[in-house]
């Protein structure tokens, strides 16, 4: 079976950035889990606090299990915490359910990136499965046409994980605007807080790093399929 090393020169250093990234946020994570925040609320009361303060007492509240599984649904207007968050008062806790807080009202508000991101999602799941096999299926045939569909289809991956980016970062800045504005924390419990969501951040940079060099790899790939048509 042929093997293209230059596979490695695009994909390697996306690799080792999302190890890294994983690395930092549980490491992090793990940090600041250890460090209680001085108001004491649990993560549950946290968002629950929230919530109501910004008149969503709709959107309910559910342990999920596992740890750092924390997200919010938009279809059913519930913010899941996992049992790392949801019964802890730890700065780490706090910071993590304020940003899943943060999606609830991005949601309610019609935050644009965030209504983006969540047409795109089919898109992106049947462009990551189907587009690779067109692709393959191009080159197999020497059909240069349907590998371009195929890459086109699974870079709605890279599309994807950039409308990600800032819709990520909005919710953070949320989320530390809501706890300080409402009194749930102090400057020094933000601060650490903060240093979680900017861990967690990183992974969503790596991710879109891993597409991008996906594609940029496919698309030489490709390039040079054209150049020995011509």
Known sequence: MYFDPMYFVFSMPAFLFAMYAQWKVSSTFGKYQNVNSSGGFTGEQIARRLLDAEGLFGVTIE????ELTDHYDPRTKVVRLSESTMYRTSVAAVGVVAHEVGHAIQDA????????RTSLVPVAGLGSSLGYILFFAGMFLNFF????????LFSGAAVFAAVTLPVEFNASNRAMRLLVDNGLVTSYDADLARK????AALTYVAGLAQALSQVLYYAMVLSGMRRRDD
């Open 63 to 66: 342990a999920t299990p596992g």
């Open 145 to 152: 046409n349907l590998s371009l569909i195929g890459l086109l």
């Open 109 to 116: 508000t019609g935050y644009a990136p965030m209504r983006l």
């Open 196 to 199: 979680v969501l900017d861990a």
